[in-house]
């Protein structure tokens, strides 16, 4: 059988990452483990994986590592499957692997269905799970990596408060045959956004739709409106949110405002999305009671 390639993330190093080799050596010998020294060169190690005919790549890590590898591997056949190592692990809540079991999840790298799901691009970036337009892009942006490290997830909502008080961006968004505008935008290819939160309702990864949410206001009261809605499922039936889906958006600003794709900021407006239907290979678990 051929090897299996393992991407570790930049930030596993040390002890932790060695540690983590040594379990995944131990599950298979097919197993063949890199550890990054630096961001992209996971893209570069899972490109040319593919290239030369690689049959599985493994990211281990978030989402962000995930990115990373499917960036990599966009266009191929190389199939990829997920050790999920990060904080949120979002893309590996959608297709349902044993998050926090690194054996199960081995299990499917090795014996599980390799699904077709739909690979989204902004510009010349691919991504699996969402896009953030405004606040949601601004607030990863002001949050450096020693500030999680030290106050973890507080450090998220003291940069989104540092955000709330400033002047929200004014955005067109054009596409499922309007404009529209807003200050907030959301782009959405499954159903899940900062882990166990339902925030595109109709959406499934291999429907070759994107799915689009519209906030028009971002004021405090507004977001503390809008996240309350989020947790209790009724957030699309407030009047200043809109949802739709379509296969493709343009999102412009006459001001530079930041987009970021699977947590990670890639530059400003204007972007353009679409869905690339079924183009991704992803490793997902059995249905109970199938064999191998």
Not at 57 to 78: C, F, K
Not at 95 to 108: A, E, F, Q, S, T
Not at 165 to 191: A, H
Request: with cysteine.
């Amino acid at each position: 059988m051929p090897p299996i390639l393992v991407i570790i993330n930049p930030t596993a190093r040390s002890e932790r990452a060695r540690t983590l080799c040594r379990k995944i050596e131990q599950f298979s010998s097919r197993a063949y483990v890199r550890i990054t020294n630096s961001p992209g060169e996971a893209r570069l190690l899972a490109e040319q994986a593919a290239a030369d005919g690689c049959e599985r790549v493994v990211a281990a890590g978030g989402d962000g590592t995930i990115n990373e590898v499917v960036n990599g591997l966009a266009g191929s056949q190389t199939a990829l499957g997920l050790l999920p190592l990060g904080t949120m692990n979002v893309f590996a809540t959608e297709l349902g692997l044993p998050i926090g079991n690194l054996r199960k999840c081995w299990d499917v790298v090795e014996h599980g269905l390799i699904k077709p799901v739909d690979l989204l691009r902004a510009n010349d970036r691919h991504f699996v799970q969402l896009a953030g337009i405004g606040f949601d892009a601004q607030v990863v942006a002001a949050t450096s990596f020693d500030f999680k490290k030290t106050l973890g997830p507080l450090s998220y909502i003291i940069s989104a408060t540092q955000i709330a008080s400033k002047k929200p961006p004014s955005l067109t968004i054009r596409g499922g045959g309007s404009t529209r505008q807003g200050s907030f935008v959301l782009i959405g290819n499954g159903r899940y956004y900062g882990g166990p939160f339902v925030l595109f309702k109709h959406a499934r990864i291999d429907d070759g739709m994107l799915d689009v949410l519209i906030f028009k206001n971002l004021g405090y009261l507004d977001i503390v409106r809008y996240l309350q809605a989020i947790v209790l499922g009724n957030h699309t039936a407030l009047s200043d949110v809109e949802y739709f889906q379509t296969p493709n958006v343009r999102v412009t600003s006459t001001e530079p405002v930041p987009v970021e794709v699977d947590g990670d900021v890639i530059g400003t407006l204007p972007v353009s999305f679409k869905v690339m239907p079924r183009s991704l290979r992803v490793l997902v678990p059995r249905p109970q009671g199938m064999a191998r």
